[in-house]
């Protein structure tokens, strides 16, 4: 830091009651060292250590946008350091002070119109869109009730995994259901700190889902819907879909029949591995297709590298990393010498596919469920 630092014991307390394991952090470097975006303006390990003296200056308001909220620098801290609740709770005091992207004001009020940040579409048009599969679902008595993420749900590339999902389940012979209401789960608004809308929005996605859904299962596609669902809705299982395939596969109700001759890799989404340890299912799910070759990027798991999306403040804000992060990890997915690219979130396709347009490999990008689809067949 090189300045003699004032210690700010006032907000040094309000800190350590908002994220008490700050206090648990010893300096080692882990965080710095992982974190995908680490410069000369980057450095998260002294961010923890500013806010363990209680300063958080103007300069920290300005490069804390710049983190994907990726998870990594969490996942491998030894002392189990909450750094993405400091990085949050960072924001949400930029924001008091108003220092943030002009893009979130854009992102927030498309979330308070239309329900969803990427705007386009209202809930009406959720319905229209998803009325192309109606024919395949049973909203009277569902087993499981898929939640379409709202950047699924007006793209017609993602639409493709929606219908694959369904497809795939109801060989498994479960009835399956589609929550049609609010789009957004509500997780760009946490991330982006914006806490008082965050509340407000979430209570009236609860109560929404709660006297829609009746089935004990919400299966989702994106790991970010998950995440924030299991957040605020009590007496559902949420579940994203690599887990309760896994399930399927290992009981026998899924049945994988065909076999294929192919090598993949598959991409972990970081709101899969680093933020929730679902690290083994989607490996599980692969290796039980007949014929299928997994091979491991560079970096995998806790290790694998964001995407750039990150935790929707990548992908919404377009933040200066996240592209130059997306085509880093199309590069090594290209190096392992699979064909195939794989992942099971909605925001690391859409970056993945998108790099790929740009670089022009000859790998193909494919969501999980997609793949399997494929291979099932009709
Ligand atoms: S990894 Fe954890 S303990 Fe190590 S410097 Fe970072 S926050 Fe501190
Ligand atoms: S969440 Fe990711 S980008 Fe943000 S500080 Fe941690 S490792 Fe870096």
């Given at each position: 830091m090189?300045?003699?630092?004032t210690v700010n014991f006032e907000l040094r307390e309000e800190l350590l009651k908002l994220v008490p394991t700050l206090s648990l952090c010893y300096q080692c470097g882990t965080c710095s060292t992982y974190c995908p975006i680490t410069d000369e303006s980057y450095n998260i390990r002294l961010i923890?250590?500013?806010a363990q003296l209680g300063v958080v200056d103007p300069k920290d308001f300005k490069v804390i946008?710049?983190?994907v909220t990726c998870g990594t620098c969490q996942a491998l801290c030894p002392n189990n350091v909450e750094i993405v609740n400091l990085v949050e709770v960072i924001r949400t005091m930029a924001m008091k002070s108003k220092v943030f992207p002009?893009?979130?004001?854009e992102i927030l009020w498309k979330i308070y119109e239309n329900q969803n940040p990427w705007g386009g579409y209202t809930v009406t048009d959720k319905r229209?869109?998803?009325a192309q599969f109606s024919g395949l679902i049973n909203n009277e008595n569902p087993d499981v009730v898929i939640y379409p993420c709202c950047l699924s749900v007006g793209d017609p590339r993602l639409q493709r995994h929606i219908k694959a999902l369904i497809r795939v389940l109801t060989k498994a012979g479960l009835k399956v259901g589609m929550y049609t209401g609010l789009s957004c789960c509500g997780d760009i608004i946490l991330h982006t700190g914006n806490k008082a809308f965050y509340e407000e929005y979430t209570a009236k996605l609860r109560d929404s889902i709660m006297s829609s859904v009746k089935a004990p299962i919400i299966v989702t596609l994106s790991p970010h819907c998950e995440y924030a669902l299991k957040k605020y809705l009590k007496g559902v299982r949420v579940v994203h879909y690599?887990?309760?395939?896994d399930e399927l596969i290992r009981s026998g109700k899924l049945k994988i029949d065909k076999k294929v001759d192919i090598t993949v890799t598959y991409h972990d989404p970081c709101y899969l591995s680093k933020h929730q340890r679902i690290i083994e299912e989607p490996r599980r799910v692969i290796t039980s297709i007949p014929g299928v070759r997994l091979v491991e990027m560079a970096h995998s798991r806790e290790k694998s590298l964001c995407c750039g999306a990150g935790g929707g403040g990548g992908i919404a804000l377009e933040t200066r990393v996240s592209t130059e992060l997306s085509k880093r990890r199309l590069k090594e997915a290209v190096d392992t010498g699979a064909s195939v690219v794989l992942t099971a979130c909605t925001y690391c396709f859409r970056m993945l596919e998108d790099a790929n347009k740009v670089m022009r490999t000859?790998?193909?990008v494919m969501d999980l469920v997609e793949f399997l689809d494929s291979v099932m067949g009709d």
């Open positions: 090189g300045m003699p630092v923890v250590k500013k946008w710049d983190c002009t893009k979130i004001n229209r869109f998803l690599v887990e309760l395939l000859s790998l193909k």
